[in-house]
Structures are given as structure tokens and as C-alpha cells.
């Protein structure tokens, strides 16, 4: 089971980045634990300094951008 960690801090952006991972792993087929991760301390403590970024098994892969549906089923391969 993959986690993917939708990091930032409440924003609209930050909302379409879990949509967007989880209409991946509905399409791709992967079992996968989507969580929101919201505290700027933990955020930054994973390398991410701009947000909304996207993290895949605690390593983050997109930052600063809504990635698309593709992209991210991607990045679950």
C-alpha cells in the first residue's frame, strides 16, 4: 500500500491536490493511504517549502503545483 501525503496548510489548491491523488489511485488501481498533512512545522521538516506539494512513501515529489491526475498516477508506478 502506497501513502501519499497532501501537504499544505488548508488552501483551495492544496483541497484539488487530494482530489486529484485520489481520482488517481481510483483510476491506476493502487491501494494507497491518502493523508492531509497540515502542520507547517512537519511540512518543512520533509523539505517542502512552498506549498501545496505532494509527497509519495514520506518522499516529496511535486512541490508548488496542483499536479494533474496523470501526473500523479506517474509517480504511483
Sequence with gaps: MKLIQVLGTGCAKCAKVKENAEAATREAG????????EDINVITGMGAMITPALAVDGEVKIVGKVPTVEEIKQLLQ
Design 30 to 37: 493502487v491501494e494507497a493511504l491518502i493523508e492531509k498533512v
